[in-house]
């Protein structure tokens, strides 16, 4: 079965940049997007990035648009989610999730029909 696997955060100064890599494990039968996802404690969980394989075409959260960018590597099955500007706010548990692209309201990348859609999580830390 296609796993999720994050790579290790880590911490950073307000202003530093970091680098989130989602490897899976083997090639996806399943699904058409990957999204980042982040959860802050007492925060609900918030969809950050998203990217559809199809096209290339990427999606972000106001929160990050314009710091953050989601790329998709198909021959390593990797997507990468690229972080500058960071700040405090930006502290929290990210998690990547493959699924299938969806509009409700807006766009999202839905996982719940995708087996093991989630990785395991890491996290960032942003000091001021």
């Known amino acids: 079965q296609v796993h999720m ?4 955060g880590g911490s950073v100064q307000a202003g530093g940049s ?11 039968s399943e699904g058409n997007c990957m999204a ?7 925060k609900e969980r918030e969809e950050v990035a998203i990217i559809y394989f199809r096209t290339g075409k990427t999606y972000y959260a106001e929160s990050v648009k314009g710091r953050f960018t989601i790329s998709h590597d198909p021959a390593q099955n990797t997507v990468d989610l690229q972080m500058d500007r960071l700040k405090p706010d930006d502290t929290a548990t990210y998690y990547c999730a493959a ?4 509009f409700l309201y807006k766009w999202y990348c839905n996982p719940s029909d995708v087996r093991n ?10 000091s001021s």
């Open 5 to 8: 696997v994050e790579s290790k």
């Open 18 to 28: 970091l680098t989130l890599s989602c490897a899976a494990s083997e090639y996806m």
């Open 36 to 42: 980042w996802h982040r959860q802050a404690p007492g």
């Open 99 to 102: 699924g299938y692209l969806q």
């Open 117 to 126: 859609a989630w990785g395991q999580g890491t996290q960032v830390n942003v």
